[in-house]
């Protein structure tokens, strides 16, 4: 259960995610990021998770809202994930964000690797990658990683194609890299929305498949609240 750049939907998710734990029998993942007004304020979100049965998060830094000076109680994620850890023990499964083609503020890929072991030691369970459509960037990231000593599950992030100028803007804020040939075929449909989605899902299934081929231990799809295309990738990877 994701919330809105700079933690702007924060009370909305936690009323949804209250609201799914109660009504349903679905698992729900809510995301804990350095956004937090303060520690005492998060202790309260997560004791309150805790209460409902939520036994999964996701915790990211996060991006801070323009105009925010100054760093919250928490600058790292590796920060946020040790203050889990140290207030709540192992009753959160916790996954923590990686990146295989690396993130914009990277300085390298060893440093990459070294940001990520930290939120690793600092008590992460699993890690979810942004979404890439180049299957090479991820094994290579699984056996750096590996080398590294990081024994966690990564589960490769997929990012459904249904909005050629949505996935550019996405993607050149996020480092995520669109193969040129993905990126030709998407601007030669012009306006064909139909015809984007059906390129789409084409491309986002092959994807998957070799990923799951290849051992991954599972798919993180980036819905962006578009159910349909989740589910018509769901029925593809299942039929």
């Known amino acids: 259960m994701t919330f809105g750049a700079g933690g702007s939907t924060l009370e909305a998710t936690r009323e949804t995610v209250e609201a799914l734990s109660a009504q349903t029998r679905v698992p729900v993942a809510p995301h804990i990021s350095c956004m937090a007004q303060s520690e005492e304020m998060l202790h309260r979100l997560l004791n309150g998770?805790?209460?409902?049965?939520?036994?999964?998060?996701?915790?990211?830094?996060?991006?801070?809202?323009?105009?925010?000076?100054?760093?919250?109680?928490?600058?790292y994620a590796n920060q946020l994930v040790s203050f889990i850890r140290r207030e709540f023990g192992t009753d959160f499964h916790i996954e923590v964000a990686c990146y295989p083609e690396f993130h914009p503020e990277s300085a390298s890929p060893e440093s990459e690797l070294y940001y990520f072991k930290q939120k690793v030691e600092a008590g992460a369970d699993g890690a979810v990658t942004q979404y890439f459509y180049n299957t090479d960037c991820y094994f290579r990231f699984l056996d750096e990683s590996a080398r590294s000593g990081i024994d966690i599950p990564i589960t490769p992030g997929i990012m459904p194609i249904t909005n050629y100028r949505q996935l550019f803007h996405f993607s050149e804020i996020c480092g995520a890299e669109i193969p040129r040939w993905i990126l030709r075929r998407l601007e030669g449909f012009g306006d064909d929305g139909a015809s984007i989605r059906a390129f789409g899902l084409d491309v986002v299934t092959a994807l998957c498949e070799r990923l799951l081929a290849g051992g991954a231990p599972g798919l993180h799809i980036y819905t962006l609240n578009r159910a349909n295309a989740s589910f018509l990738l769901w029925q593809r990877l299942t039929g």
């Not at 049965?53 to 323009?66: E, F, S």
């Open 49 to 75: 998770y805790r209460e409902r049965g939520v036994t999964r998060l996701v915790v990211l830094r996060g991006d801070r809202p323009q105009g925010l000076s100054g760093p919250g109680p928490f600058q």
